[in-house]
């Protein structure tokens, strides 16, 4: 993707202004690289462009409204109960997002008896059976957008709290991602890619399409439980040794995670917002996540 899902619905949260300072209408070609099979452009980075996809990135040099747009402080993607705020990063100023868009579920689900030690974790995606228990969320790459959630919109996830991400204290909060940005290449914003390692990125900024839509996995790189949940590994702040925030997938870091007490708020896709409990069982927030699963839905 170019955009953010993020960026895409600033029209329709007043944020117009901000949206139009971003190139949304230029052919990806100018971003170089190959076509694959499925007819994506795949830059130096390895970053997949949608063949509809338009526009300029927001860490691309060669347009650098788009840049100032993404260090816009949106107040609606910033959640208040962050303890000591989260408003942008210190090290590229982009904006922050503490909320995530769930594109997918790869949580084991089958039945303990047949997957075993990772029922209501995962495999890693470098297993043969990992791609046997992912479920598409709401919005992916696919054609039919709304369409294609048989499940029923009322009854299915399309965007939940993932806050913390962009708290300015990083060691503690945050973590830097090791995928380049998204353009990958000499026109990519190298302010962004200063610290935390070679070509790393901060892994929160609401102008990404990487940052803002993720998938429910669980704490699939903790050396301890990896049992999926909402706001696992809360306390103490910073999380477990086994399971530190600074690591994905670990408490505030890519997974379903809020500072107000007993679960986080979200979105269905039919636009209402209801409030989960902590205390859901893992499996039940795939199912819920899933967009055409045929899973009973699950009371919360």
């Given at each position: 993707?170019?955009?953010?899902?993020?960026?895409?619905?600033?029209?329709?949260?007043?944020?117009?202004?901000?949206?139009?300072?971003?190139?949304?209408?230029?052919?990806?070609?100018?971003?170089?690289?190959?076509?694959?099979?499925?007819?994506?452009?795949?830059?130096?980075?390895?970053?997949?462009?949608?063949?509809?996809?338009?526009?300029?990135?927001?860490?691309?040099?060669?347009?650098?409204?788009?840049?100032?747009?993404?260090?816009?402080?949106?107040?609606?993607?910033?959640?208040?109960?962050?303890?000591?705020?989260?408003?942008?990063?210190?090290?590229?100023?982009?904006?922050?997002?503490?909320?995530?868009?769930?594109?997918?579920?790869?949580?084991?689900?089958?039945?303990?008896?047949?997957?075993?030690?990772?029922?209501?974790?995962?495999?890693?995606?470098?297993?043969?059976?990992?791609?046997?228990?992912?479920?598409?969320?709401?919005?992916?790459?696919?054609?039919?957008?709304?369409?294609?959630?048989?499940?029923?919109?009322?009854?299915?996830?399309?965007?939940?709290?993932?806050?913390?991400?962009?708290?300015?204290?990083?060691?503690?909060?945050?973590?830097?991602?090791?995928?380049?940005?998204?353009?990958?290449?000499?026109?990519?914003?190298?302010?962004?890619?200063?610290?935390?390692?070679?070509?790393?990125?901060?892994?929160?900024?609401?102008?990404?399409?990487?940052?803002?839509?993720?998938?429910?996995?669980?704490?699939?790189?903790?050396?301890?439980?990896?049992?999926?949940?909402i706001n696992q590994n809360a306390s103490p702040a910073g999380g477990l040794a086994t399971c530190s925030w600074q690591t994905y997938n670990c408490g505030p870091n890519d997974e379903p995670f809020a500072f107000h007490p007993g679960g986080v708020?979200?979105?269905?896709?039919?636009?209402?917002?209801?409030?989960?409990?902590?205390?859901?069982?893992?499996?039940?927030?795939?199912?819920?996540?899933?967009?055409?699963?045929?899973?009973?839905?699950?009371?919360?």
């Amino acid at each position: 993707m170019v955009h953010s899902t993020a960026t895409l619905i600033l029209p329709f949260i007043e944020q117009t202004s901000v949206f139009n300072q971003f190139d949304t209408r230029s052919d990806t070609a100018c971003y170089g690289g190959t076509i694959n099979a499925a007819g994506n452009r795949v830059l130096s980075s390895g970053a997949q462009l949608h063949p509809k996809g338009k526009g300029r990135s927001y860490d691309d040099t060669a347009f650098p409204a788009g840049q100032t747009a993404a260090k816009t402080r949106i107040d609606t993607f910033i959640c208040p109960s962050v303890p000591g705020g989260s408003v942008s990063d210190p090290i590229s100023g982009y904006g922050g997002f503490d909320s995530m868009f769930v594109a997918l579920s790869d949580v084991h689900s089958n039945n303990p008896a047949t997957d075993g030690q990772t029922y209501g974790a995962r495999h890693s995606t470098r297993n043969a059976n990992w791609s046997q228990q992912v479920v598409d969320g709401c919005l992916n790459c696919a054609e039919k957008g709304f369409e294609r959630v048989t499940d029923g919109t009322s009854k299915t996830i399309l965007c939940i709290e993932d806050a913390g991400r962009s708290h300015p204290d990083v060691p503690l909060f945050g973590a830097f991602s090791s995928r380049d940005a998204i353009t990958g290449s000499s026109q990519a914003d190298p302010v962004g890619k200063t610290a935390g390692g070679s070509g790393a990125r901060r892994v929160f900024a609401w102008a990404d399409p990487d940052a803002c839509t993720n998938g429910y996995s669980g704490p699939s790189n903790s050396t301890g439980s990896k049992l999926a949940g909402i706001n696992q590994n809360a306390s103490p702040a910073g999380g477990l040794a086994t399971c530190s925030w600074q690591t994905y997938n670990c408490g505030p870091n890519d997974e379903p995670f809020a500072f107000h007490p007993g679960g986080v708020n979200l979105v269905m896709g039919d636009g209402s917002v209801k409030f989960m409990a902590d205390s859901i069982d893992g499996v039940a927030v795939k199912w819920l996540v899933g967009a055409a699963d045929g899973q009973p839905t699950p009371e919360f």
